[in-house]
Protein backbone atom coordinates (compact mmCIF):
# COMPACT_ATOMS: atom_id res chain seq x y z
CA UNK A 1 0.00 0.00 0.00
CA UNK A 2 1.20 3.06 -1.37
CA UNK A 3 2.01 5.79 1.73
CA UNK A 4 -0.35 9.14 0.80
CA UNK A 5 1.97 12.56 -0.18
CA UNK A 6 1.41 15.26 2.16
CA UNK A 7 0.02 18.25 0.33
CA UNK A 8 3.20 20.69 1.95
CA UNK A 9 5.80 18.91 -0.23
CA UNK A 10 9.81 19.43 0.79
CA UNK A 11 11.17 20.62 -2.08
CA UNK A 12 8.58 23.67 -2.67
CA UNK A 13 10.59 25.50 -0.26
CA UNK A 14 13.85 23.88 1.08
CA UNK A 15 15.88 24.51 -1.99
CA UNK A 16 15.52 28.10 -0.87
CA UNK A 17 16.50 26.77 2.91
CA UNK A 18 13.12 27.98 4.18
CA UNK A 19 11.88 24.45 5.86
CA UNK A 20 8.65 23.43 4.48
CA UNK A 21 6.00 24.95 2.72
CA UNK A 22 5.26 28.95 2.61
CA UNK A 23 2.13 27.96 2.11
CA UNK A 24 1.59 26.39 5.40
CA UNK A 25 3.04 28.76 7.35
CA UNK A 26 1.12 31.52 6.18
CA UNK A 27 -2.28 29.85 7.30
CA UNK A 28 -1.06 29.19 10.46
CA UNK A 29 -0.03 32.45 10.92
CA UNK A 30 -3.79 33.44 10.47
CA UNK A 31 -4.06 31.00 13.46
CA UNK A 32 -4.43 33.13 16.52
CA UNK A 33 -4.90 30.53 18.89
CA UNK A 34 -2.12 28.47 19.32
CA UNK A 35 -3.73 24.92 20.35
CA UNK A 36 -4.95 24.77 17.05
CA UNK A 37 -1.72 26.04 15.88
CA UNK A 38 0.09 23.27 17.41
CA UNK A 39 -2.95 21.12 16.66
CA UNK A 40 -1.86 21.47 12.52
CA UNK A 41 1.59 21.50 12.76
CA UNK A 42 0.89 17.96 14.12
CA UNK A 43 -0.65 16.77 11.99
CA UNK A 44 1.59 18.06 9.10
CA UNK A 45 4.15 16.06 11.26
CA UNK A 46 1.99 12.72 10.90
CA UNK A 47 1.42 13.39 7.59
CA UNK A 48 4.99 14.04 6.31
CA UNK A 49 5.94 10.61 8.09
CA UNK A 50 7.96 12.12 11.00
CA UNK A 51 9.78 9.04 13.29
CA UNK A 52 7.25 9.33 16.65
CA UNK A 53 5.64 12.56 16.17
CA UNK A 54 4.28 12.85 19.69
CA UNK A 55 7.36 11.69 21.34
CA UNK A 56 7.94 14.90 23.56
CA UNK A 57 10.93 15.81 26.01
CA UNK A 58 9.10 16.56 29.74
CA UNK A 59 11.45 18.69 31.89
CA UNK A 60 9.88 19.11 35.39
CA UNK A 61 12.19 20.04 38.69
CA UNK A 62 11.84 18.81 42.38
CA UNK A 63 11.07 20.87 45.28
CA UNK A 64 14.51 22.25 45.62
CA UNK A 65 14.56 23.62 41.47
CA UNK A 66 16.51 20.45 40.38
CA UNK A 67 15.56 19.92 36.60
CA UNK A 68 15.26 16.69 34.90
CA UNK A 69 13.94 15.75 31.45
CA UNK A 70 12.89 12.59 29.64
CA UNK A 71 10.75 11.65 26.72
CA UNK A 72 7.33 10.59 26.93
CA UNK A 73 4.30 10.65 24.45
CA UNK A 74 1.73 12.54 23.84
CA UNK A 75 -1.68 10.94 24.18
CA UNK A 76 -4.23 14.04 23.61
CA UNK A 77 -4.31 17.35 22.38
CA UNK A 78 -7.78 19.60 23.56
CA UNK A 79 -8.75 23.41 24.19
CA UNK A 80 -7.41 22.49 27.67
CA UNK A 81 -3.84 21.44 27.05
CA UNK A 82 -1.70 18.86 26.34
CA UNK A 83 -1.98 15.12 28.20
CA UNK A 84 0.24 12.61 28.79
CA UNK A 85 0.05 9.57 31.31
CA UNK A 86 3.05 7.67 33.59
CA UNK A 87 3.27 6.23 36.76
CA UNK A 88 2.68 9.23 39.27
CA UNK A 89 5.01 6.69 41.91
CA UNK A 90 8.03 7.30 38.91
CA UNK A 91 10.52 10.56 39.80
CA UNK A 92 8.42 12.21 37.35
CA UNK A 93 5.44 12.06 39.44
CA UNK A 94 7.12 13.01 42.72
CA UNK A 95 8.51 16.13 40.89
CA UNK A 96 5.33 17.11 39.74
CA UNK A 97 3.73 16.58 43.32
CA UNK A 98 6.11 19.00 44.51
CA UNK A 99 5.95 21.56 41.98
CA UNK A 100 3.33 21.38 39.34
CA UNK A 101 4.94 22.74 36.45
CA UNK A 102 6.45 21.20 33.07
CA UNK A 103 8.02 22.16 30.39
CA UNK A 104 7.30 20.42 26.85
CA UNK A 105 9.53 20.26 23.68
CA UNK A 106 8.32 19.02 20.20
CA UNK A 107 11.17 18.44 17.58
CA UNK A 108 9.86 17.39 14.14
CA UNK A 109 13.03 17.44 11.61
CA UNK A 110 11.34 16.23 8.35
CA UNK A 111 9.38 19.45 8.82
CA UNK A 112 12.23 21.86 10.31
CA UNK A 113 9.66 22.89 13.17
CA UNK A 114 9.65 22.62 16.86
CA UNK A 115 7.11 23.99 19.41
CA UNK A 116 7.99 24.46 23.25
CA UNK A 117 5.19 24.79 25.53
CA UNK A 118 5.56 26.00 29.50
CA UNK A 119 2.86 25.56 31.55
CA UNK A 120 0.92 23.96 35.09
CA UNK A 121 0.13 20.66 35.30
CA UNK A 122 -3.40 19.34 36.50
CA UNK A 123 -4.34 15.53 36.67
CA UNK A 124 -7.04 14.37 34.24
CA UNK A 125 -10.36 12.66 35.52
CA UNK A 126 -10.13 9.07 36.51
CA UNK A 127 -12.84 8.35 33.71
CA UNK A 128 -10.35 9.69 31.61
CA UNK A 129 -7.23 7.49 32.29
CA UNK A 130 -9.73 4.63 32.38
CA UNK A 131 -10.80 5.27 28.83
CA UNK A 132 -7.24 5.50 27.73
CA UNK A 133 -6.24 2.56 29.93
CA UNK A 134 -8.60 0.34 28.12
CA UNK A 135 -6.89 0.87 24.29
CA UNK A 136 -3.66 0.03 25.49
CA UNK A 137 -2.49 -2.91 24.36
CA UNK A 138 -2.40 -6.04 26.62
CA UNK A 139 1.37 -6.63 26.92
CA UNK A 140 1.66 -2.55 27.77
CA UNK A 141 -0.96 -2.59 30.65
CA UNK A 142 0.64 -5.93 32.26
CA UNK A 143 4.13 -3.92 31.82
CA UNK A 144 2.78 -1.01 34.16
CA UNK A 145 1.49 -3.69 36.84
CA UNK A 146 4.34 -5.36 36.92
CA UNK A 147 6.68 -2.44 37.21
CA UNK A 148 7.31 -0.14 39.78
CA UNK A 149 9.10 2.82 37.92
CA UNK A 150 12.22 4.53 38.91
CA UNK A 151 12.36 2.61 41.84
CA UNK A 152 15.92 -0.09 41.66
CA UNK A 153 16.02 -3.60 41.01
CA UNK A 154 18.17 -6.54 41.35
CA UNK A 155 17.82 -7.51 37.78
CA UNK A 156 16.00 -7.54 34.88
CA UNK A 157 15.06 -11.21 34.96
CA UNK A 158 13.04 -10.50 37.92
CA UNK A 159 11.23 -7.55 36.65
CA UNK A 160 10.64 -10.46 33.77
CA UNK A 161 9.93 -12.97 35.88
CA UNK A 162 7.14 -10.61 37.80
CA UNK A 163 5.31 -9.81 34.13
CA UNK A 164 5.13 -13.50 33.22
CA UNK A 165 3.17 -14.28 36.53
CA UNK A 166 0.72 -11.82 36.13
CA UNK A 167 0.23 -12.56 32.02
CA UNK A 168 -0.44 -15.96 33.91
CA UNK A 169 -2.87 -14.43 36.71
CA UNK A 170 -4.71 -12.69 34.34
CA UNK A 171 -4.83 -14.96 31.63
CA UNK A 172 -8.93 -14.63 29.81
CA UNK A 173 -9.46 -11.50 32.43
CA UNK A 174 -9.05 -8.14 31.76
CA UNK A 175 -5.90 -6.43 33.30
CA UNK A 176 -6.53 -4.15 35.96
CA UNK A 177 -5.24 -0.60 36.06
CA UNK A 178 -2.69 0.03 38.73
CA UNK A 179 -4.08 2.97 40.99
CA UNK A 180 -0.63 5.05 40.54
CA UNK A 181 -0.84 4.93 36.91
CA UNK A 182 -2.56 8.13 35.90
CA UNK A 183 -2.75 10.92 33.36
CA UNK A 184 -1.52 14.69 33.80
CA UNK A 185 -2.62 18.20 31.84
CA UNK A 186 0.05 20.36 30.42
CA UNK A 187 -1.92 23.45 30.36
CA UNK A 188 -0.26 26.17 28.75
CA UNK A 189 0.84 29.61 29.88
CA UNK A 190 3.25 29.79 26.95
CA UNK A 191 3.78 28.38 24.01
CA UNK A 192 6.63 29.17 21.36
CA UNK A 193 7.01 28.19 17.61
CA UNK A 194 10.07 27.69 15.97
CA UNK A 195 10.87 27.49 12.00
CA UNK A 196 13.66 26.91 10.43
CA UNK A 197 14.91 29.57 8.45
CA UNK A 198 18.39 30.15 6.09
CA UNK A 199 21.64 31.88 7.32
CA UNK A 200 19.68 31.03 11.40
CA UNK A 201 17.45 34.00 11.09
CA UNK A 202 14.63 31.19 11.92
CA UNK A 203 11.56 32.06 12.89
CA UNK A 204 10.46 32.47 16.88
CA UNK A 205 6.59 33.05 17.29
CA UNK A 206 5.61 33.37 21.21
CA UNK A 207 1.88 33.44 22.30
CA UNK A 208 1.08 34.01 26.28
CA UNK A 209 -1.56 33.15 27.58
CA UNK A 210 -3.35 36.39 29.33
CA UNK A 211 -6.83 37.54 31.25
CA UNK A 212 -7.86 38.81 27.66
CA UNK A 213 -6.58 35.38 25.44
CA UNK A 214 -3.24 34.73 23.67
CA UNK A 215 -1.22 37.59 23.11
CA UNK A 216 1.05 36.54 20.15
CA UNK A 217 4.73 38.25 19.53
CA UNK A 218 7.75 37.56 17.79
CA UNK A 219 11.14 36.60 19.34
CA UNK A 220 14.75 37.10 17.42
CA UNK A 221 16.50 34.22 16.33
Given at each position: MRRKRSHFPVAQTQRHGLGRSALSDRLAA???????????????????GSPLPEAMALA????????????????????RGIVF?????????????????????????????????DGVIEGVSAAEVDAYWATRPRASQLAALASDQSAPMANRATLLAHWRALRRRYRG??????????????VPDTIEFWTHRAHRLHEREQFVRTRRG????LLQP
Open positions: MTTNPIARFRRWFTLAQRDTADAGGRPSVRYVLLKGVDAFTNAASRKGRELRANPRASAVFVWDRLRKQVRIRSVPRPPQWTGYRLWRRR
